[in-house]
């Protein structure tokens, strides 16, 4: 027996002539951090736990950039809307200006969040200063706000209470990089730079905190505008800001886009850990496979059109319809990650109808499949072209969620391992049932009768774990 184990290892290194170590990744060394992330594994606290079960978010973008809607005398910009101020075509002091026409007199807070509701979005993350600097509520910290506005009322207040009363949860979104504020800075190259972005780091505390403080409901900040020099310097103090935050607001979620690490890395530290509770990079994309997630909680922030946050009048390019949208809402939650869609109202504050009616269709297909959405997520399935599978949290159920029947009208399912379908059933009628047909161990075919469903639609699989039989045995092809 030795001598035959023996000769097995001498054929084995015979066929295998690279050395043993050459196939192995090389292992990094860790890199000691002061301020990497602080993450033990995912948060399973009860506000974390809720967040990741929203499935369907709304993102809103609302501000001074809404009054020229992406034009200017006449002309229009080429960029997002909300970076109209950047362009060479506006004076910049003509641009601060416009808070002095800032008067939404169409602005409906409660209106906004029945439409939101209506949809079906179980968050909003809401603009309470985009790049720009513009406060939409009346800070202590700058004279750039609503409250010196025609309008003067707070604007961040009436959201938080409206959408608090619809049941939907609130995240601000906050711009660290502030176009307004004299003390910005996209880099710190002299003494003056070095004093100035000082002021600069406590004005942005103190407006964090009088956020966090004025609004107590909120459930999470949305960090954007981190990615200059200047403030990916700041790992020390953005890490202490993080602490302070979170210790005033126990529960606060914060994505990966707030702080960098000693060495400059965002959203992952220098030890490739993800930064903050949720991944924040997934701005206009999708993952494709559960792999490219690496196990974080994530969330997709989505436009209409290509690319344009805040309204914009001429809408151009590919304008994504309800169906794109809700087979988006399907693909991220099947991935375990959470749909967040933009809106960007207008100047006066009203939602334009074209977002008016994609929250209308995304919300009667929700009304339906609901259930495959909402504390829902990877299902550990291997993908098939019809569509997505989701799974409800803490339970054996699984959704196929079908956007694309096959001509055959037969829906292949892979089960994982040891796991069998007891019942298959559509969502949208539980007296209409499905017989799975046994292809082979793990694989089987639900049939469906031609054109009876107006897709998307979702079959609900009920499974348990259990042993799978062998089924059809086929022989094999030579070939
Ligand atoms: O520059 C902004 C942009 O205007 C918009 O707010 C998006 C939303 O995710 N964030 C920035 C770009 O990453």
Redesign the pocket.
Known sequence: MKRLIIAALGFASLINLQPVAAQQAPVKEKVTLLHGSHRTGKRTDAAMEKWRGHGLGQ?I?WGLYAIPGGAWNGKQYNG?A??IRSWNGIPKSTYDSLNYSFNPTAFDAKSWAKTAKQMGAKYVTF?TK??DGFCLWPSKYTKYTVANSPYKKDIVKAVVDAYDQEGIDVIL?F?VMDWNHPDWRYDIKSKEDSIAFERFKKFTRNQLIELLTNYPTVKGLWF??TWDTSWVKQAAFADELETEMRKLRPGLIIGSRFRADENGKRHFDSNGVLMGDYEQGW?RKIPSRIEDVHGNDWDC?MTVPENQ??YNAAWNGHIKTGLELIEMTARCVSLGGNFVL?FGPKGDGSIRQEELKLAAEIGDWMKINQQAIYNCGYAGYDKQDWGYFSKKTGTDKIYMLVFNVPVSGALRIKTPAKTVIKKASLLADATETFTPEQISGDEYFLHLKKGTHPQPFVIVLETAPGQQSNGVKYEKAKI
Do not use: P, Q, R
């Open positions: 993102f973008h997002a909300e970076w603009t985009h790049h979104y711009s954007d505008g701005e922030v946050w805040g933009n």
